[in-house]
């Protein structure tokens, strides 16, 4: 009897098949329609400039295009050396799939160059199927001109 029950327990949770039914026409999955591809798209974009003196707040912008709402982004941001400077997650639908995000860099910790920035966007339908896509820019900040060569 246990074994039954295991074995129910199992068809319940969707580790095992059901078993076919006797007069009900079963599915052919060469029958099927194809599912519709995904559509997940996603976009960022830094400006170059100046590493200003001191702590200073910087931006960059991002957009998202997805037909599902559950999606996350989440955005590292390397120095050139490859260090990890920055980091941000946005989730949907709770945040906009568009729109401008600040970091803050100091210039005494900061050393000019080309940053990365590098994004993974996950679209999620349902509690299985998920879809990511990469997405990466670069921007530079140079050094501040000096005064004496103003």
Do not use: H
Request: a negative charge.
């Amino acid at each position: 009897m246990s074994q039954l029950l295991a074995a129910a327990a199992l068809v319940v949770t969707g580790l095992l098949p059901l078993p076919p039914i006797p007069g009900l026409p079963t599915a052919d999955p060469a029958t099927q329609p194809a599912a519709d591809p995904v559509v997940l798209a996603g976009a960022l974009d830094a400006p170059d400039g100046r590493l200003k003196k001191g702590c200073k707040d910087y931006s960059y912008s991002y957009a998202v295009t997805t037909e599902s709402e559950d999606w996350t982004f989440d955005i590292t941001m390397q120095d050139r050396a490859g260090k990890g400077v920055n980091s941000q997650s946005l989730l949907g639908p709770n945040d906009p799939e568009s729109g401008v995000l600040t970091f803050r860099l100091c210039e005494r910790a900061t050393k000019p160059g080309t940053f990365t920035l590098t994004g993974a966007l996950t679209a999620y339908e349902g509690y299985s199927d998920e879809t990511t896509v990469p997405v990466t820019d670069t921007f530079t900040l140079r050094k501040t001109k000096s005064r004496k060569n103003r």
